[in-house]
């Protein structure tokens, strides 16, 4: 099974910039479109971008101009660089799978965004 390890997060200001890596354990990962996903309290785990095996990207519209999903594939790792960080980009972060299936879930990584 592939393991997932998440991170990069912290406590940043309004404005501010986060990279956030996910790093895998098998090879296996560079096959599958991988998604980036955060969970904010209270609410339910939602998709925030997404990277197919061959780079092409996708985002959703809340997170669209400000995050940069991409990978290396040579170091089994998808990274998520995010800009201009409001409060509501509050939430941890998780990289999984995206589509039918998932690999086993990894800690995630906390991501808050306050003065």
């Known amino acids: 099974q592939v393991q997932l390890v998440e991170s990069g997060g912290g406590l940043v200001q309004p404005g501010g910039s986060l990279r956030l890596s996910c790093a895998a354990s098998?090879?296996?990962?560079?096959?599958?479109?991988i998604g980036w996903y955060r969970r904010a309290p209270g609410k339910q785990l939602e998709l925030v971008a997404t990277?197919?095996?061959?780079?092409?990207?996708f985002y959703v519209d809340s997170v669209k101009g400000r995050v940069t999903i991409s990978r290396d594939n040579a170091k089994k790792t998808v990274y998520l660089q995010m800009n201009s960080l409001k409060a509501e980009d509050t939430a941890v972060y998780y990289c999984?799978?995206?589509?039918?299936?998932?690999?086993?879930w990894g800690q995630g990584t906390q991501v808050t965004v306050s003065s």
């Open positions: 999984n799978r995206y589509g039918s299936g998932s690999f086993i």
């Open positions: 098998s090879d296996i990962f560079n096959n599958y479109t």
């Open positions: 990277i197919t095996s061959s780079g092409v990207t």
